[in-house]
């Protein structure tokens, strides 16, 4: 998973309401941009999570999109399918089926509120990921997610539920960049499940912490998108150092730990 | 919503390793099924439910028959998108734009696991509507969805919440056709808000009692999917037969309760 020196995960959530390129810009603007991205930061980066929302905007011919753009990154880094699907049994079977035999990726993200139905079906084949969604950083994760469940938030539900999954080594969860309390007492119950940590940067996640909290005995990929994507002037440059600096940045947490990044 | 004195919503969950017509149906087999099932059933269903899952499958050419089919419909029914949409702010938002402003939808199922910033950016528009997941019925909703929250599971929550959200009268709630006491509860407890009952037919969950509890003082929508799609020979007569058996069923019921449906 992990061969370019990096914990960096770089989430194409492609805005064109951001982007300067045009005031416009057409849906072809929007692929030559995606693959600039790529190319200026693919040495920077572990990961990249393609957060299905932004490309589902442009309907059927967003999906293609998709496709091209999993076709592009070529395996030559992981790649996740920001989905968030949940549903179970076999329309979860045929969400599996498409995220990872048709569409190529390598993980996706899942809701847990079904239970553990919901989570399974995308589990059978160990080289292939799921990202279990425990804890988020938005307000309203109180709603539901903190709920004291024997005095404990219902998020530790979701943790207990996924380790007790775990078969073939290939569950995760995703955990916002939230407090570092969270995070810390979220690995320790999780033992060595890889977490994927989104909220760093426009969304103000704190990024020494999420990084030092998530890696203690097991390895977080931090998110970042925003602040790559939109960095600067979004030419090559501006984006391929804004992903170098947070690469250096993660890198430089993990040293004053005493770890590396493997490969 | 209801202009055809019914409460039967179709579920389109076109399956190929279901259909007789081919022993390995085209999309273009699959695209003339689903048509031949909305011609024959038009006239005894209130709405059709379109589970995403299903068409995903075929990838971005599964994106585009969804549209297809949303366009076929043709606004003569009402369309739910069974998407299970499960993200927050921006994210939410591009889903809901592509959901309701692009494909054409009526309403959509969302995942309350984010709380109410998952569901919020689908609510602005009063003219479309969402189906909250509440109470599922499979095994493994007991892993969250019945824990207990000081003393109440957790699925109440997902009930207040949801009230509390329904400014323009446009939610609804998702409630698996499970035990009627929980039915009945869940009915209570929400109000007049408008049911969505999946379950029924080969999943096992009684018709009668889903029915009687679901529309005591507010409308329930009874989704039927394969016990329609597969009925018989899969014939334009016995797929119709089959629909207009279930409209029939659930009006005797509401008849039996001095209840009929408008329109």
């Known amino acids: 998973m992990n061969s370019s020196n990096s914990l960096l995960c770089v989430g194409l959530d492609i805005d064109a309401a951001r982007m300067t390129v045009a005031s416009s810009p057409t849906l072809q603007q929007l692929k030559d ?9 693919m040495d920077s980066v572990a990961a990249y999570k393609l957060n299905f929302a932004f490309f589902e905007h442009y309907g059927w011919e ?22 968030k699907r949940g549903d179970i049994s076999n329309s979860a079977k045929h969400y599996a089926m498409s995220i990872f035999d048709r569409m190529g990726f390598d993980a996706v993200t899942v809701n847990p509120y079904m239970g553990r139905d919901a989570i399974l079906p995308f589990l059978s084949n160990p080289q292939k990921g799921v990202f279990v969604i425990c804890l988020t950083s938005n307000k ?124």
Not at 33 to 41: A, E, G, K, L
Not at 203 to 225: C, H, M, P, T
């Open 33 to 41: 941009f995606t693959r600039m991205v790529i190319d200026c930061t």
């Open 62 to 83: 967003g999906f293609r999109w998709i496709e091209e753009v999993v076709e592009y990154i070529d395996k030559r880094r992981f790649t996740i399918a920001d989905a």
């Open 140 to 263: 309203s994760a109180s709603d539901l997610q903190l709920q004291l469940v024997n005095d404990h938030p219902l998020y530790h539900k979701v943790v207990e539920m996924v380790k007790d999954l775990n078969e073939y080594d290939n569950c995760g969860l995703v955990v916002g960049a939230t407090q570092p309390m969270e995070l810390s007492h979220i690995r320790q119950a999780a033992g060595d499940m890889p977490f994927l940590i989104p909220g760093i940067g426009a969304q103000g996640g704190d990024l020494e912490s999420s990084v030092r909290e998530g890696n203690k005995g097991g390895i977080a990929l931090i998110n970042v998108s925003r602040s790559v994507l939109y960095a600067g002037d979004q030419t090559e440059k501006s984006i391929g150092d804004a992903a170098r600096d947070y690469q250096n940045k993660i890198n430089s947490v993990l040293q004053n730990m005493d770890m590396t990044v493997d490969g």
